[in-house]
């Protein structure tokens, strides 16, 4: 299997060279996709996450990473437009929100959520432990 990353037309033409070595006896995929988030993108909201998670309280309660994921992500979808899915419980007894995984996220949509996560950060009074060493450019 061969992935590489694409930026430039130099890199398209050495897909061409990939391609021409290539058995076409059987069926291939190709897939052409935004590259998923960064490493870097990766540590900031997880960072930024832990700073919410130690810092804010929701519904009374101060949640823990995963859920503070979970919350935010899905009110960045909604003010994105989009919307988690809401779906009965398997167990009939309330219901199971169905999030956007962070892990699949481009690195566009990623800078996206970190933006608006820091955001709400800022309106939360959060201190953020990270130092922002990329000026936000992630």
Request: aromatic share 10%; net charge positive; hydrophobic share 40%.
């Amino acid at each position: 299997m061969a992935e590489f990353l694409m930026r430039s037309m130099a890199d398209a033409n050495r897909l061409f060279g990939i391609l021409q070595a290539q058995d076409f006896t059987r069926p291939k995929k190709i897939v052409i996709k935004d590259q998923d988030r960064s490493g870097e993108q990766n540590k900031k909201l997880h960072a930024c996450l832990s700073d919410i998670s130690k810092q804010v309280e929701h519904a009374g309660k101060k949640w823990d990473v995963l859920i503070w994921k979970r919350l935010l992500t899905a009110a960045w979808l909604r003010e994105a437009g989009e919307q988690p899915q809401l779906i009965p419980a398997l167990d009939g007894n309330g219901f199971d929100v169905v999030y956007e995984r962070t892990s699949k996220l481009s690195v566009k949509q990623c800078a996206s959520l970190l933006e608006w996560v820091q955001a709400f950060g800022a309106e939360h009074q959060v201190r953020w432990s990270q130092k922002d060493l990329w000026e936000g450019r992630y």
